[in-house]
């Protein structure tokens, strides 16, 4: 059966190294996030995800501001977060920031609401990790109230209540598109079903079959709330190279390094090069490898997980930026294509 498949990429804006191998200045990383973005545009790639974090590791700590900057130099690509961690940021700001890049960007914004990876916000905006569950609970509720573009009523404990309140800009269309990102947790695939949002799958470990259980589980919810069905989607990461060894020697002391340094955070052992290549493998999390192979992969993943988007991590630590933009070239214009037909078919 024909399946239609978004195609789309992700970064948090890692930052990188220059061909001297130094460190690049996190502005230059910004500005060169931006011509990644554009480069995915004019290679007929669907969207652009930006992360946010607030560590030295990653430029970009406000995504809208990177995305408006890439409206102006895009014409058709979808532009959103990935994602905006709702836990320590305040919904009705959040709604304004994207219904103003919605605006500068003729109605291209969309949203991906998680509790993100790294907790560093909660100390830095003043939220105590042991809120955790309500803070994210709370606001996505607020949030997918201030969705309907509706006077709000509300009340919590997470912020000050609302009385018939409106948020301004309103959106040209009624309302930004919003997913719900989902590390591995029953609970999270039914929370997104619950408030019948999109759910997009982070698949960053394991096998990517291995979410199908959370597809039923998200596929029963959505009936049992009485919502209809909703895209499904995933976020794995990976890189290209014209062949797979190519492209496995290439990103591998990118990825070490990524891996042990964030490991050492989360007392995780260091990273071999034999995970690495099973996570590369067929079966693995890793999409690493030459068009050919990286896009039966994603076939094989969409068909499994029923996906209606794949966005690729492109960013691998410190992977340089004309690495990158060589990596986004073959993906708009050898992987996407296969795929696409594949799924057609």
Do not use: C
């Not at 309500?134 to 969705?147: A, I």
């Not at 590390?183 to 096998?207: C, F, K, N, W």
């Not at 969409?302 to 933009?325: C, I, N, Q, V, W």
């Amino acid at each position: 059966m024909a399946q239609h498949i978004e195609l789309g990429l992700d970064t948090f804006g890692d930052v990188t190294y220059d061909a001297a191998g130094d460190k690049l200045p996190m502005a230059q990383v910004i500005r060169n996030v931006v011509a990644e973005a554009v480069l995915a545009d004019s290679v007929g790639l669907d969207f652009i995800g930006i992360g946010e974090h607030h560590r030295d590791d990653f430029a970009v700590s406000s995504p809208e501001t990177v995305l408006a900057a890439i409206a102006g130099q895009t014409s058709r690509i979808r532009l959103g977060s990935a994602v905006t961690v709702l836990s320590s940021d305040d919904p009705i700001r959040v709604f304004e920031r994207f219904a103003t890049l919605d605006a500068v960007s003729n109605g291209r914004a969309e949203v991906i609401l998680g509790r993100g990876s790294f907790t560093e916000s909660f100390p830095l905006f003043g939220f105590e990790l042991a809120d955790y569950e309500v803070l994210f609970e709370e606001k996505l509720e607020l949030f997918t109230r201030l969705l309907r573009e509706e006077p709000v009523t509300w009340q919590g404990s997470t912020r000050p209540p609302l009385q018939n309140q409106l948020v301004y800009p309103p959106t040209e269309s009624g309302s930004i598109p919003t997913w719900i990102a989902v590390g591995g947790t029953p609970q999270s695939v039914v929370r997104a079903a619950h408030y019948g949002l999109p759910l997009m799958l982070a698949i960053i470990g394991g096998e990517p079959a291995r979410f199908t259980p959370f597809v039923s589980l998200y596929k029963r919810a959505l009936k049992e709330f009485g919502k209809p069905a909703l895209p499904i989607g995933a976020h794995s990461p990976g890189y290209l190279a014209e062949t797979d060894e190519q492209a496995l020697e290439e990103a591998w002391p990118h990825y070490e390094r990524m891996q042990n340094r964030i490991g050492r955070e989360r007392g995780w052992p260091p990273a071999t090069r034999r995970d690495y290549e099973a996570m590369a493998g067929p079966d693995g999390a890793l999409f690493i490898g030459s068009p050919q192979t990286v896009a039966a992969k994603i076939v094989r993943t969409a068909r499994t997980l029923e996906l209606s988007r794949f966005d690729l991590k492109y960013s691998l630590g410190t992977l340089p930026h004309e690495k990158l933009m060589t990596a986004i070239e073959l993906y708009g214009t050898e992987v996407a294509p296969r795929v696409r037909e594949a799924l057609a078919a």
